[in-house]
Every structure is written in C-alpha cells, then in structure tokens.
C-alpha cells in the first residue's frame, strides 16, 4: 500500500534558488512541489517560466498576471498612504511580498496542501514578510524556508546539483549584485555596494540613464489624480499598470528615480540600498503636492506621522494586520478631495513640480495676494496676534522667562563712553559659547 504523498507549494520565480529548491524539496521531504509564480512586473514569459518550473520537476505549475491586482490594491494603497520607508524608498519589494503570499495561500487552498515554500534567505526583511503573511491568512499552514537552513548550497554546488537532475540553470554571467524588482521599482545590493563609501557602478541602473547624460532639453508632464489615485498622464487616461510602465520609461528616461541610501533592516542591520523607481518617486512627489493644496494643516501634519507608521508597517510585513486595517481607513478618508493636476518638471535627475491646480482647491489667490484684490482683513490680524500671544506674555510678566541666567538669554551688549555699542568680549560673555572665536595669532618672524 502506497502512502499519498504530502503538497508543497512553492513560491517560485524560475531562478536557480527555486528551481533547485523543487527537487530539493521532493528528495529532502518526500512532498509533491506545486509551483505558484505571480507576475507583478518582472516576468516577461509566464509560459516558460511554467514549463521551466515543471522541468525543474514540480508536479504543477500555477502562473498568473498580478498586475493589475497589485497596482490597485497595493501600489495605489501605499501611494495614497505616502508611504516611503525612512522617508525616501517607496517600498517596491515589500508592498509585493504580501500579494505574492497571498497568491500562495490561494494555491495552498486550491491544492489541499499543508506546506508552503519560499525562497527567502535567513538575513533580509523578505522571510519576514512571506512568513508573517501567511501566518495571518492561514495560520495552519506550515512555512518551509529551504534557503534559510537546510539546503545550504554555495551558488556553484546548485549548478552541479541541477545539472546532475537536468534542471534547466543560468548560463549567462552571473550578477554581482542581488537584484528584485517589480511594476513600482528595483532593488539593488551585495557587491560593490556592501562598501558604503564606494560610488554605484553604472551597470547597477537598468531604468535611468546617468542624469549627466539625459536630455538637454526638460520635459514637463502633467498627471491627473482622482481621489488619490493617478488616473492620467499628459491628458491621456491610462489604466494604472499602464501609467506605470509609461512614466517609467519617461522619467527615467530623465535620469530620475535613483535612491541611494543605508536603510534599517527589521532584522537588526543596516543595508546599503540602491533603488530605482521613477514612476513613484515622481508620483509620491505629484501626489504630495496635490494633498499641500487640498487638506488641511492639521490634516497634513497628523498624515505624515500616518505615514512614517504605515510605512514602517509595510516595511515590516504586518500587511494582513488589524493595524493597517485602521491606518488605511484613516488614509481613505483624506484621500476624498486629493483629485485634481499636477504638473512635474523632468531635468537631468530631478523631478520639480512647477504647477497645480484643483477644484477643491483651498489656495485662495484673493486671500495669498499682495496685489489688487486683496481680500484679507489686515486690521483683524492685530486682534489675532493679541489672543495668539496672551499666553506667552503672561509668562513672560510671571516668570522672566528671558532674565540673567536663562539658557537662551543673550548678553547686553557694553556701552562705550561716546554711547555706541561695543562688541562683548567673548570671555565674559553669557553668550561665550556663540561668540565668534578668535582668529589665531600670527607666528613671530
């Protein structure tokens, strides 16, 4: 009697990691491997990487176009969010990491299987992120992480290994560089880059030209939102994968999207990270703009520190969290007048806005003019400063706040005998530690 054997499905990307990881997986733990690629920007032929995945020896192979998922209810999400990691990365590999666990659950489901896979090493934020999604979307379901212990291959004993079971490898140069990208950006790093001090080569970049080398002449676009969410490039509407792809290649084009930056990993180490996202640093640029028009001040503060929050939590991989569940009501609620247009300057590596408009609008040129039509009450400013400053000169009667020892006090300044004021002398100074110091004396000949 023959014992059924158990599912495994594996996050697979057609690489050498996860196509020797099949047959690693039915040799090592006797499973059936089911293959689940989802394509977020970086696949150009599902099918061969379907027939790749089978020769490779999985029992199944489930290819998929994700997109169009990924840019609606991920990338705009975040963008809408003005979600950048410590300020800068727009987070491209880890706003696709919950998609592809998704895609990976669904498949575990469909298989009747208990085991899942990925392909993530034990020191970066993926295995994390993998991990933790699957665990809230299915916490029954057993994770498998062959490249984080286990299979422990040096990248040469993989070729041997997949050529001894005629799996298909690589026959070209490998990378010095570990590279991971999708619609929204590419992630760079190991190699040269390891050394913080060391410039980026120029084969690092495969979506900007050098800015040293873009266009002579600027280019000026214009990018229509709808609540939050990018709708339009030049006049013409564009579904949000093509958007994407369109303002890729004209912003980078541009030389713009570059990000070169030492980032906190989750796991505890810093990282030199090289990016390349020129559709979304332009459009976090656009969009930012547009929401300085239409939300509040008060708005727009409290959503920074939203953001830095939801940032980090996309970051960290709590995707599927209650959480993000609150931060993203919040962040749907501001998003409800950020429609309008924003104009973007491209010019040798910088993205400039140099114009907006929207009808919601609450720039109200007859209140900002200096010139005809002024329509702000000059004289009710005098009521206001004497409220607003109410406080501060209580305080200033009852405690001398500014009087002899006061950390910000400045010194008075001697008076000479003609009256004028003289220069303090540093030395007896309260104010020594601003003083301007002296120049040094000038060696004896």
Known sequence: MTTKKRTCVLAYSGGLDTSVAVAWLRETHGFEVVTCTGDLGSVPDLEAVREKALKSGAKKAIVQDARDTFVRFFVWPGLQAGALYEGRYPLATALGRPLLA?????????????????????????????????????????????????????????????????????????SPYSVDENLWGRSVEAGILEDPWAAPPRDVFQWTVDPDEAPAKAREIVIAFNEGVPIALDGEELDGVELIVKLNALAGKHGVGRIDQIENRLVGIKSREIYEAPAAVVLHLAHRALEDMVLSKETLRFKERVSAEYADLVYNGLWFSAHHQDLAAYVHSTQRFVSGEIRVKLDHGTAT???????????????????????????????????????????????????????????????????????SDPKTSQGASSATPKRPKKARR
Not at 115 to 121: I, L, N, Q, R, Y
Not at 373 to 399: S, Y
Request: net charge positive; proline share 6%; aromatic share 6%.
């Open 102 to 174: 998704k895609l990976l659950v669904d498949a575990a489901r469909d298989e009747g299987a208990e085991f899942v896979a990925h392909g993530c090493t034990g020191k970066g934020n993926d295995q994390v992120r993998f991990d933790l999604a699957v665990g809230a979307l299915a916490p029954d379901l057993k994770v498998i992480a062959p490249m984080r212990g286990g299979m422990n291959m040096t990248r040469e004993e993989e070729i041997d290994y997949a050529k001894a079971r005629g799996i298909p490898v690589p026959v070209t140069k490998k």
């Open 353 to 423: 806005v140099v114009g907006r408009r929207s009808e919601h609008s609450l720039y109200s040129l007859s209140l900002a003019t200096y010139g005809k039509g002024d329509a702000f009450d000059h004289k009710a400013a005098e009521g206001f400063i004497g409220v607003f400053g109410l406080p501060l000169r209580n305080q200033a009667r009852t405690q001398a706040l500014w009087a002899g020892d006061a950390p910000l006090a400045l010194p008075k300044a001697p008076t000479s005998r003609s009256g004028r004021r003289v220069a």
